[in-house]
């Protein structure tokens, strides 16, 4: 294991743009396969979920309000409300969610 500065935080711990990734859905039978971007999670993202934990937002509606966060246009820009994600088919949610934690896992060892 090695030392860390402190210093190098500044620079690597800062959350980055957003991730391209591909992702390919299975809809009755069918194969999708398209592009979406994430937000990496930063103080931003967590701040919203505290805030949301904080005001009372049920945890029906919690994995809404991420994915809502989190999935965004080649620009950063929020695509999606949480009734959006609501109203989405179950396998859609699944697969969404999934590379979400895929795009802020990567760089991560186990040890």
Not at 3 to 10: I, Q, R, S, Y
Not at 34 to 51: L, S
Not at 76 to 86: A, I, L, M, S, W
Request: glycine share 6%; proline share 3%.
């Amino acid at each position: 294991m090695s030392n860390l500065p402190v210093t190098d935080l500044k620079t690597l711990g800062l959350a980055g743009g957003v991730v391209k990734r591909e992702m390919t859905w299975i809809d009755a039978g069918e194969k999708r396969v398209f592009d979406i971007y994430i937000k990496p999670a930063d103080y931003y993202t967590t701040v919203t979920e505290f805030k949301n934990i904080r005001d009372g937002v049920s945890e029906d509606d919690s994995l809404a309000h991420k994915i809502s966060e989190y999935i965004c246009d080649e620009n950063g820009n929020k695509v999606f409300e949480p009734d959006d994600v609501k109203r989405m088919k179950h396998s859609l949610v699944q697969t969404i969610w999934i590379e979400i934690i895929a795009a802020n896992s990567l760089g991560k060892t186990t040890s």
